[in-house]
């Protein structure tokens, strides 16, 4: 089979990615692999993770796996010690795990709301911590990822607005305090995207896509492939003079400051 992975921007880097298994993690570690770079899928799902990894293989790419779950900090020592042996320092880091469901405040278990604070801001605090002595430094790049709702409220996330409300401030915080080791740390904030399982889930029907499509500017969803084009340009030297930023890909939907996903019904007092 012909390789599709002609262009080198990432030649020879590491990239290790979060939640790489399926949906943004994994089309990032497409783009990373297409552009040379070696990747390391760390996600829940072993066999998810090895179909993706050998699917990047068969089109000329490099990739392997790392199967953990990142509130497990342990796990994730452990994961970087093992690509430190095999490839050498990372270069790029991107903190893709997340999860997701609607629930409104007084229906929510504590257990629940827990959950996605462990997974999206502590995943996040552990994935980066874990790596940083195994970062290539000066020159690593470290990339998380947030959503709109850690600046507007959205009806049934409580959890996800507190959660990725974290992850920008702890992104910013390190870039802070990392940034003289020359390690940068930049934040994506994806609007309604297709094809993740987060709009499976909060919109999933066709009439519930079109009210979410309604309220974006651009009134349409973005793609992985938009999201993975701009984390392309954050990993690279292109960008390397940008450090505590967030950039915002969502069409326009943070300007309307309006509920994005209108077919979830408030309850009603």
Known sequence: MPSIFRDRLLDTRVAFVTGGSSGIGLRMAERFARHGARVVLAGRNGEKLAAAARSIREQGGDAGTAPLDVRNFEAL????????ERLGEIDI???????????????MSANGFKAVIDIDLLGTFNT????????RKPGASILTISANHATMPIALQAHVCAAKAGVEILTRTIALEWGPAGIRANC??????????????????EAAVRQVEANV????????????DLALFLCSDAASYITGAVFVCDGGSSLRRTELLASLALPRA
């Open 77 to 84: 020592e452990s994961a970087f010690r093992g690509v430190r």
């Open 128 to 135: 980066c911590r874990a790596a940083y002595a195994h970062l």
């Open 217 to 228: 500017p651009l009134r349409r969803l973005g793609t992985r492939d938009e999201l993975a």
């Open 188 to 205: 994506i904030t994806p609007g309604p995207t297709a094809d993740t399982e987060g709009m499976r889930r909060l919109a999933p029907t």
């Open 93 to 107: 880091l991107v903190c893709a795990a997340a999860g997701n469901f609607p629930a409104a405040v007084d229906q």
